[in-house]
């Protein structure tokens, strides 16, 4: 009895570890020209992290910026503004859905996501996506979708 209690608790906290993290992780979101068939791309395009956790944008190719979507980031969080040929990080600490694009690109899908904890409801991401030019909603509805699913 006494194994089979040691053994749900190294269970119990190897599970809790998995969902968070001693310390925060950085990842790195790629500016692109191209990615196979796709031209002009965030990669990855959609990305999903815990709270604390820092995005660096790397500018592995030149001509992009990164940008907070209009009315797509969660309430008081401040917006992403990441400039041409800048590489740049931002930690974000408020969960929830942060839609990125690039000013000359948008038009063409260049867009991202990314999903910071428990994003709650995509509502507000969905209608802001509607301001959108058709790809680049196209896009933000496919990695809504892609989050959600
Ligand atoms: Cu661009």
Redesign the pocket.
């Known amino acids: 009895m006494k194994k089979l209690v040691q053994m749900a608790a190294a269970v119990a906290s190897a599970s809790i570890s998995l969902m968070v993290p001693a310390h925060a992780s950085e990842v790195s979101v790629e500016?692109l020209?191209k990615a196979g068939e796709r031209r002009?791309v965030f990669s990855p395009e959609l990305l999903r992290i815990n709270p604390g956790d820092t995005v660096v944008f790397v500018p592995t190719?030149k001509?992009?910026?990164t940008v907070s979507i209009d009315g797509m980031l969660p309430e008081g969080a401040e917006r992403i503004n990441i400039g041409f040929n800048k590489e740049g990080a931002v930690t974000l600490n408020r969960p929830g859905i942060y839609g990125i694009e690039?000013?000359?690109?948008?038009g063409?899908g260049?867009v991202g996501l990314i999903v910071v904890g428990d994003p709650g409801s995509s509502d507000a991401a969905r209608r802001a996506a509607t301001k959108l030019p058709p790809k680049a909603r196209e896009r933000i509805d496919a990695l809504l979708d892609q989050a959600e699913s």
């Open positions: 500016l020209n002009f190719d001509g992009h910026n690039c000013t000359p690109h948008a063409l260049m």
